[in-house]
């Protein structure tokens, strides 16, 4: 936590912020192991303290938690009027995330006036790169993904709904580890998987149909995002031949992500073969992404992404191909950059699945 914080402090120096007021939930977590609702109070950083302010509410846990650690604990119902009495003695620019709500702003602008600057992503970037512990907490949540897309495919057959097998995935995640979802589980099936963020629905899974099923669940605040596509029943030449191509991009993609790559350039390494395929028109979203203790981190993936990824960084590989009206496919995979190379982290199959029909 102290290592956090003052690598916090070292970030907000180069800013050109004298002192930090962090209010975003993971962010919080991140550096003070508080668990909170958005609004529930606020961390305060300077070159010499780092205080968290919240209400009786969380009292008793974080002073358990802190009282190891460099972070005081101030308890109050007036968080920023405390954050300001805190900094009081403090001259210089106060810097706020820019993720706050407009109307914590408002408050925080009547306090500080021109002092307050926006720091955009600041602790984020902090958070791409993960330690040893936080590498232990997602390949054990990955290893969830696998053991519950496992027990998944022993329970889908036609007939169900993509419901059906959204509870499914909720009741075997939760009764084995999982503290609960990190999106909404996308379960689509037949002309729906070509919806790449279609929503589960009433829809009865169909003999022949290809199902797509994207799904993330936290384990010990640390989430996986997997996506495998399967058939129930024989899906069909066009499908497998789309399917066979998605796979083989999403190999190419795995390869090609080592640290000091460009995320632009390990994009291509999907994209140009999805392309040259004929199937270029079909792949309309970013490649992958960072996850973490948030399931949408940085850097993100995509044809015009210049940032680099590093050893330590833990990013998907989602490359998808849809057809309108006929099916889609998406295989992704969470993968740990390690220097030259990387480490896959979930391990499912990857090849089609055929469901034999009862």
């Not at 958005?38 to 919240?54: E, H, M, Q, Y």
């Not at 600041?122 to 512990?133: C, G, M, N, Q, S």
């Not at 009865?204 to 994207?214: A, K, R, S």
């Not at 191909?321 to 006929?326: F, Q």
Request: net charge negative.
């Amino acid at each position: 936590m102290s290592d956090r914080i003052n690598a916090t402090r070292a970030a907000m120096k180069a800013a050109g912020v004298d002192s930090l007021i962090v209010t975003n939930v993971f962010n919080l977590i991140y550096l003070a192991g508080f668990h909170s609702l958005p609004g529930d109070g606020c961390l305060v950083i300077t070159p010499d303290k780092a205080v968290l302010i919240t209400d009786s509410r969380y009292e008793t846990e974080m002073a358990e938690k802190l009282a190891d650690s460099s972070v005081e604990l101030e308890i109050t119902r007036s968080y920023y009027d405390t954050a300001a009495a805190e900094l009081a003695d403090q001259s210089g620019k106060v810097g706020f995330e820019s993720s706050l709500s407009f109307a914590t702003y408002e408050t925080l602008k009547e306090l500080f006036g021109n002092r307050l600057v926006a720091v955009d992503n600041l602790i984020e970037k902090l958070r791409f790169v993960k330690d040893a512990d936080e590498v232990a907490a997602v390949k054990k949540s990955c290893q969830l993904a696998d053991e519950a897309y496992s027990a998944m495919l022993h329970y889908v057959h036609a007939g169900l709904t993509e419901r059906d097998v959204e509870r499914f995935l909720y009741d075997w995640l939760t009764e084995h580890g999982a503290s609960k979802p990190s999106f909404d589980t996308i379960v689509v099936s037949g002309y729906r998987s070509a919806l790449p963020h279609g929503v589960a629905s009433d829809k009865v899974i169909q003999d022949g149909e290809l199902v797509t099923v994207d799904f993330g669940f936290y384990y010990h605040d640390y989430t996986f995002d997997m996506t495998r596509t399967f058939a129930v029943g024989e899906p069909g030449n066009e499908l497998r031949k789309a399917y066979a191509v998605v796979q083989e991009a999403q190999s190419r993609m795995i390869q090609a992500m080592h640290s000091g790559a460009e995320a632009d350039e390990i994009d291509a390494a999907a994209r140009d073969y999805i392309t040259e395929q004929g199937y270029g028109e079909l792949f309309g979203h970013g490649s992958g992404h960072g996850i973490g203790l948030d399931i949408h981190e940085g850097p993100l993936m995509g044809p015009t992404r210049k940032q680099k990824v590093f050893d330590g960084y833990v990013m998907t590989a989602e490359p998808g191909i849809y057809l309108p009206g006929k099916g889609g496919i998406r295989i992704e995979d969470d993968v740990l950059v390690k220097g030259s190379s990387f480490e896959l982290l979930t391990h499912s199959n990857r090849d089609l699945i055929v469901i034999k029909s009862v």
